[in-house]
């Protein structure tokens, strides 16, 4: 009767998920931006990729990952739909393991699904490198990224006279978190952006009361990675209850619990 009780108790899910946040690495959009003084209007930026540096910081991190073991933890990668997310992503979670990498390390055993959702995506509108290309186009490119969840080909959530309030952008990241905690598994990992991940956690500590070290609070580095741990209780806070987006960058709610 006690083992029982003890098998039923291990069945029950646990009270909490762990969330693995990942920023992009450095895209041609940042070097433009920060070092040349290119506009941020600018149409070179379109769906800016992954610069050289940034796919050095990509290999490190990966190798980073797998020396800790915690690649063979994850059980989901959600990726932004922008090109340099998704680059990002498949480098991490998709590439070679480096032939440097002492045999003490524990080598890749797992390689978790990657789903892009337009709802991580960075704060949208006004500026190229924040609009996507067609999927018609990317799905070529990533064939081992899940696009199922996205149901417009075009961007359609992209505009050019309006930037999105950074308030919107918090809402999106809560709305976000509550999809994320539906989901079954409890280990994910998440490529978005700088501006939606900052905005994200300060929404959580700020709105939701979650406690979060200023260390979290600020501004991801490019490539940088943070984990974060939702409690149970976190989820039943009335601002997360009752937080809601615009209906276009919502999963289908058919397939909170199955990939296909």
């Not at 433009?32 to 930026?45: F, H, T």
């Not at 924040?130 to 959530?157: N, Q």
């Amino acid at each position: 009767m006690d083992l029982c009780g003890v098998m039923l108790r291990l069945s029950l899910p646990p009270n909490f998920k762990t969330l693995h946040l990942v920023r992009h690495a450095q895209g041609i959009h940042n070097i433009a931006l920060e070092e040349e003084g290119e506009k941020p209007e600018s149409e070179k930026l379109y769906d800016a990729h992954l610069s050289p540096k940034g796919l050095q910081q990509v290999s490190e991190r990966r190798n980073q990952i797998l020396e800790s073991g915690l690649l063979n933890t994850i059980e989901l990668v959600i990726t932004s739909p922008l090109r340099r997310a998704m680059e990002t992503s498949i480098g991490i979670f998709r590439g070679q393991e480096d032939v440097n990498i002492s045999d003490d390390f524990p080598k890749a055993n797992n390689f978790p699904p990657i789903v892009a959702l337009e709802i991580c995506r960075e704060r949208m509108g006004l500026y190229p490198c924040d609009r996507r290309a067609s999927l018609s186009t990317r799905r070529t490119c990533f064939p081992e990224i899940d696009f199922t969840m996205i149901e417009s080909d075009e961007d359609a959530l992209w505009q050019d006279k309006e930037r999105e309030k950074l308030e919107d952008v918090a809402t999106r990241g809560l709305h976000f978190v509550k999809w994320l905690w539906e989901r079954p598994e409890n280990e994910i990992a998440i490529v978005s952006h700088g501006i939606f991940l900052q905005q994200t956690l300060r929404a959580l500590h700020e709105k939701v009361g979650i406690p979060l070290e200023d260390s979290l609070l600020t501004r991801f580095a490019n490539c940088e990675l943070r984990s974060i741990r939702i409690e149970k209780s976190d989820m039943e806070a009335d601002t997360l209850t009752t937080c809601n987006c615009r209906n276009y960058v919502t999963p289908p709610s058919t397939s909170i619990h199955t990939l296909e």
